[in-house]
């Protein structure tokens, strides 16, 4: 599309703002959540309706990007827990072939929900 040109439901560029999100890492993953969001992330403390920080921040997005080595200094995330549970069921099975030895099992990963609430760089 051309420079030029936009839509008419689009703002133009002065009006545009880029929108905040952050690179976060809890329980050994990395999730990219901006305020609003709502995930589901490995266990953490916590009671319902509490108020969380996520201090691993890896990069922070927007109008003046940030990145860490490994994490960005002063970052953080605030996330509210919204619930606590347990994900699908996961069915393993174990096999040793000329021994006659299988086995299954069964494995449900505990969770937290939580919503992000704030961002700070």
Known sequence: MC????????????ERTAIMYAVV????????????????????DGGVGDT??????????????????PVVDGASVKAEVVAHGK????RGFV????????????HRQMYTQIKITDITA
């Not at 096999?95 to 069964?106: D, E, L, Q």
């Open 95 to 106: 096999y040793k072939a000329k021994k006659r030895f299988s086995r299954t099992f069964g």
């Open 25 to 44: 890492k809890t329980g050994g993953k990395q999730y990219s959540v901006k305020v609003g969001d709502t995930l589901k992330v490995e266990k953490l």
């Open 52 to 69: 969380l920080t996520l201090g691993e921040v890896l990069y922070v997005g927007g109008d003046s990007p940030k990145t860490g080595s």
């Open 3 to 14: 420079p030029n040109f936009r839509r008419a439901d689009e703002p133009p560029v002065e």
């Open 87 to 90: 994900g699908e069921h996961i």
